[in-house]
């Protein structure tokens, strides 16, 4: 059973902090490079951060480089992403996945992931 679960999502004001976390524990299908996505309505879903499990590698997307940072417990089997001075830009359905290689990773491009979990709810208020 391949199962993705986020958590941690909820309203904050702008300039708040939310750390969102991706439990793959009970992911059984091997996952070196994962991402967090993100999706508003009526937007296309949008490549937030990736990383190499292992690796200090990371990638982010424009918007966020500077205010967001993936991280990894690999005792825990879960990656996070602390997310800092959020703006109402950043409300969304937060989504972490499994990239298919080390190109998914660098291109953020949500094509490029195979496995998704159901999403957590950011909401950035002004």
Known sequence: QVELVESGGGSVQSGGSLKLSCDASRFTASANWMGWFR??????REGVAATYVGSPSTF???S???RFTISQDNTKNTMYLQMTNLKPEDTALYYCARGVSMAAIQALDPKMYDY???GTQVTVSS
């Open 39 to 44: 999706q508003a309505p009526g937007k296309d």
């Open 60 to 62: 982010y997307g424009a």
């Open 64 to 66: 966020v480089k500077g």
């Open 116 to 118: 998704w979990g159901q």
